[in-house]
């Protein structure tokens, strides 16, 4: 089975600064995709950053970038620049193939991020 | 941009009555999913269907049943709620490259 990991529960960051939210994997696929995803106070999901796990290059969206080490299985998202609206819930995700064609997803516990004005 | 609509967004429940969920999406997608979400516990998939036609268990489908109607529309059914069914159920569906879209959530009360 893949497992998630994310093992900061609550982190805060001072506003303007950086912060980095860790999240680790399990998996004995070579190809599978990661995501990080952001739920605001509102409860809707909303994608972050993802990245492909044949790709080198660390994904950057703006102020988001990635951390992706495959061999330790590591996916960490750092957050620059850091603003009163990237205060909610961060989940970290990875998806394989599975037979049949559906793709399943498995989600970490999440980080609760609060960025302090 | 509708994306992926659910319904309804909240709902109170009585043990042992039945409900559905309702989900489409607009986005020609194939693969769609349905998620709980409850404190602590990250989102854990239900049931999740790779194409119109096709239902699987996801890790927690004890006490729920899927229906793929069509290719927009993937329902969700509780045959006889319970309080451990209280959470939070987003439905979801995956792009081709990879990326999954959800929708708003329907939160959930059995009491």
């Known amino acids: 089975a893949q497992t998630v990991t994310q093992s900061q529960p609550e982190m805060s960051v001072q506003e303007a600064e950086t912060v980095t939210l860790s999240c680790t994997y399990d998996?004995?696929?070579?190809?599978?995709?990661l995501f990080w995803y952001k739920q605001p106070p509102s409860r809707q999901m909303i994608l972050v950053i993802r990245q492909e796990a044949y790709k080198q290059q660390n994904a950057t969206e703006n102020r988001f970038s990635v951390n992706f080490q495959k061999a330790a299985k590591s996916f960490s998202l750092k957050i620059s620049d850091s603003q009163l609206g990237d205060t909610a819930m961060y989940f970290c995700a990875f998806m394989k193939h599975a037979p049949g064609g559906g793709n399943q997803f498995y989600f970490g516990t999440g980080t609760s991020l609060t960025v302090i004005p | 941009n509708a994306g992926v609509t659910q319904t309804p967004k909240f709902q109170v429940l009585k043990t042992g009555q039945s409900m559905t969920l309702q989900c489409a999406q607009d986005m020609n997608h194939n693969s769609m999913y349905w998620y709980r979400q409850d404190p602590g516990m990250g989102l854990r998939l239900i049931y999740y269907s790779a194409s119109e036609g096709t239902t699987d268990k996801g890790e927690v489908p004890n006490g729920y049943n899927v229906s793929r109607l069509n290719k927009r529309e993937f329902s969700l059914r509780l045959e006889s709620a319970a309080p451990s069914q209280t959470s939070v159920y987003f439905c979801?569906?995956?792009?081709?490259?990879?990326?999954?879209?959800f929708g708003e959530g329907s939160w959930l009360t059995v009491v």
């Open positions: 998996t004995s696929e070579n190809n599978y995709y």
């Open positions: 979801a569906s995956r792009a081709l490259g990879g990326t999954i879209y």
